[in-house]
């Protein structure tokens, strides 16, 4: 499994291994410091948050329709 980039885009030719042993790194192409915490964390938050906009939409599904 490959992951990219989030700074450059390049894929970094990361296992699931790597990121287990460190939690942060530095991309071989444009040098940021990637944190793996950190990311964990946003796709927390982001997985919260779109549960949240599952939850408005059912609840207002009978009175409006989205997308
Ligand atoms: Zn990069």
């Not at 790194?25 to 444009?30: E, L, Q, S, V, Y």
């Not at 990637?34 to 059912?58: C, D, N, Q």
């Amino acid at each position: 499994m490959a992951f990219p980039c989030p700074s450059c885009g390049n894929p970094l030719g990361l296992t699931i291994e790597h990121i287990m042993k460190h939690d942060q790194m530095a991309c071989p192409h444009c040098f940021a410091i990637l944190s793996f915490k950190v990311k964990e964390e946003t796709t927390k938050r982001m997985k919260k948050g779109l549960a949240e906009i599952e939850k408005i939409k059912k609840k207002y599904s009978n009175i409006a329709k989205f997308g």
